[in-house]
């Protein structure tokens, strides 16, 4: 695996580094040995996935607050989507600054989203599939959601010039 800094202090986008043969290719997605290496979260609690029917759909932009807040791997495991973060952290020097890229399963990027982020895709293909690994579990009361519209007109810009 590769692990690319992002502009958003502590995210990255992590490549795949597959093994290519006649029968197709292995790639290795997690690797806590990898993982903290690098000084990141290398524990999950929580995995899921999410289903889209339809080009198009908008989820999020969602995080939970502390002392739920999540570090996040996202992977794009059928189809294509935008996906988009933003760093909600307030003592943080790219407080309020987003970042977004194409993830799919052609590509195989994930990203690794630290906590304090809030995150959301748009579909880009029908009969899209995303594999979430968290690090916290599930605390509804925490659950929060900020609106995504100019994140998200703004990434459609980016992604059809």
């Known amino acids: ?40 979260v290398s524990q999950f609690v929580q995995m899921s996935t999410s289903f889209n029917h339809h080009r198009g759909q908008i989820r999020g932009m969602h995080y939970q607050e502390e002392p739920y807040a999540e570090t996040k791997i996202v992977r794009c495991i059928r189809g294509a989507i935008y996906d988009v973060m933003v760093d909600l952290r307030p003592n943080s020097e790219t407080f309020n600054h987003w970042y977004g890229t ?30 979430y690994m968290m690090d916290k579990d599930y605390v509804k009361e925490t659950a929060r959601e900020i609106a995504p519209r100019d994140i998200y007109w703004q990434a459609a810009e980016e992604v059809n010039q």
């Open 1 to 40: 695996m590769k692990f690319i800094p992002l502009p958003l202090k502590g995210a990255y986008l992590i490549e795949l580094e597959p093994h290519c043969d006649e029968r197709g290719s292995f790639s290795r997605t997690f690797c806590a040995k990898e993982f903290e290496a690098h000084q990141l």
């Open 102 to 131: 194409k993830l799919s399963m052609e590509n195989g990027k994930m990203f690794y989203i630290p906590k304090g982020f809030a995150h959301g895709y748009q579909t880009l293909t029908d009969n899209s599939e995303i594999f």
